[in-house]
């Protein structure tokens, strides 16, 4: 927005990445320059503790493969929490699906041992800090165009973003942000040609994050947890791995409690399961079939966020009367 004030700004040349400062409620940009078609990689990590980075996993599952204008950047757990936001995607095709590219995919896919490739470029980038290789986790692919076919194999294709296209994420919290330029060129990740990418950071704007006010995903959950609550005290900073001798498992909600719980059925339903049973797509058993029947319907009536779950078979299931 022409009204933000620039704070930092620089051209980032393929084979390249930088490392910047963002602050809670500051915006940072990442912009095509040129003819476009390239796509960025990106890290962050909390500024104050970078043991919280940014998960694909975590925002995949909440967000699905491409997130976009709305969607959040989610920290790995056990913090679990969103860290960044996005403000405004003029393209739409971003990634998190996709690992980043190393040195050995090229080695092994394309005989190419010397190679540029997201992974070493965002541990230089990221060195400024005093982060090593591997701290590198796997990056948002912003501008990346994916996809899953038929066979359910994933596939890359063309670039579609424009000279001038961007997208904007506002920081939820103080991070340290790492995009970089992809070195993938032997790839349609970025139309099979490296090109530069613009960044800039800006004062941010309290509409940057009017519109995220009210998501129940900004709410503090017991689960999220903080160093302060890891079991292990001190926390281990050699590398070394070693056997604790005096270690005793305290596993949470260990032993499990298991309940019997009586269902009474009518005699339509009691047919209806007898039904069910004999078909087996949803369980050999009674209390197989009625735990699917139960828990595909109240996913659908009640669980709050993204709902994981086969729509056909569940509707094949509690839909029958």
Same mark, same amino acid.
């Given at each position: 927005?022409?009204?933000?004030?620039?704070?930092?700004?620089?051209?980032?040349? &393929?084979?390249?990445?930088?490392?910047?400062?963002?602050?809670?409620?500051?915006?940072?940009r990442?912009?095509?320059?040129?003819?476009?078609?390239?796509c !960025?990689?990106?890290?962050?990590?909390?500024?104050?503790?970078?043991?919280?980075?940014?998960?694909?996993?975590?925002?995949?599952?909440?967000h699905?493969?491409? @997130?976009?204008?709305?969607?959040?950047?989610?920290?790995? &757990? &056990?913090?679990d929490?969103?860290? !960044?936001?996005i403000? *405004?995607?003029?393209? +739409? *095709?971003?990634?998190?699906?996709?690992?980043?590219?190393? +040195?050995?995919?090229?080695?092994?896919?394309?005989? !190419? $041992?010397?190679?540029?490739n997201?992974?070493?470029?965002?541990?230089?980038?990221?060195?400024?800090? +005093?982060?090593?290789?591997?701290?590198?986790?796997?990056?948002?692919?912003?501008?990346?165009?994916?996809?899953?076919?038929? /066979?359910?194999?994933?596939f890359?294709?063309?670039?579609n973003?424009?000279? +001038?296209?961007?997208?904007?994420?506002? /920081? #939820?919290?103080?991070?340290?942000?790492? $995009?970089?330029?992809?070195?993938?060129?032997?790839?349609? *990740?970025?139309?099979?040609e490296?090109? $530069?990418?613009?960044?800039?950071?800006?004062e941010?704007? &309290?509409?940057? #994050?009017?519109?995220?006010?009210?998501?129940?995903?900004?709410?503090?959950?017991?689960?999220?947890?903080?160093?302060?609550?890891?079991?292990?005290?001190?926390?281990?900073?050699?590398?070394e791995?070693?056997?604790?001798?005096?270690?005793?498992?305290?596993? *949470?909600?260990? @032993?499990?409690? =298991?309940?019997?719980? $009586?269902?009474?059925?009518?005699?339509?339903?009691?047919?209806? #399961?007898?039904?069910?049973?004999?078909?087996?797509?949803?369980?050999?058993?009674?209390?197989?079939?009625?735990?699917?029947?139960?828990?595909?319907?109240? =996913?659908q009536?009640?669980?709050?966020?993204?709902?994981?779950?086969?729509?056909?078979?569940?509707?094949? /299931?509690?839909?029958?009367?």
């Open positions: 927005m022409s009204d933000r004030k620039l704070l930092y700004e620089q051209v980032m040349e &393929p084979a390249t990445g930088k490392a910047v400062e963002l602050l809670a409620g500051q915006v940072l990442i912009e095509q320059v040129g003819k476009g078609g390239q !960025a990689d990106f890290n962050c990590f909390n500024l104050h503790d970078y043991k919280e980075h940014f998960h694909t996993g975590r925002t995949r599952h909440m699905g493969m491409h @997130p976009t204008t709305g969607d959040f950047l989610w920290s790995a &757990p &056990p913090r929490r969103p860290i !960044a936001a403000v *405004t995607d003029t393209v +739409g *095709t971003n990634d998190v699906l996709y690992p980043r590219c190393s +040195g050995l995919l090229f080695e092994y896919q394309f005989g !190419a $041992p010397v190679h540029t997201c992974h070493d470029i965002q541990a230089e980038a990221q060195r400024e800090y +005093g982060l090593t290789s591997d701290d590198v986790h796997d990056s948002f692919n912003f501008f990346m165009h994916t996809g899953i076919d038929p /066979a359910g194999h994933p890359i294709a063309s670039n973003a424009d000279e +001038g296209d961007y997208v904007e994420i506002v /920081a #939820l919290i103080d991070l340290l942000a790492v $995009p970089n330029v992809c070195g993938a060129d032997i790839m349609a *990740t970025s139309n099979f490296l090109k $530069p990418l613009r960044i800039a950071v800006y941010g704007h &309290p509409r940057d #994050l009017e519109q995220f006010g009210d998501r129940p995903e900004l709410g503090n959950f017991a689960t999220q947890l903080k160093t302060a609550d890891f079991a292990e005290r001190p926390i281990k900073v050699d590398r791995l070693s056997k604790d001798p005096t270690f005793d498992a305290s596993f *949470t909600n260990y @032993p499990i409690s =298991i309940t019997d719980v $009586p269902v009474k059925l009518s005699p339509e339903h009691r047919t209806l #399961l007898d039904e069910l049973v004999a078909d087996g797509e949803y369980g050999l058993s009674d209390a197989d079939v009625l735990r699917y029947i139960f828990f595909s319907w109240w =996913i009536q009640f669980m709050q966020g993204p709902r994981h779950l086969d729509q056909a078979a569940a509707d094949g /299931a509690y839909k029958i009367r």
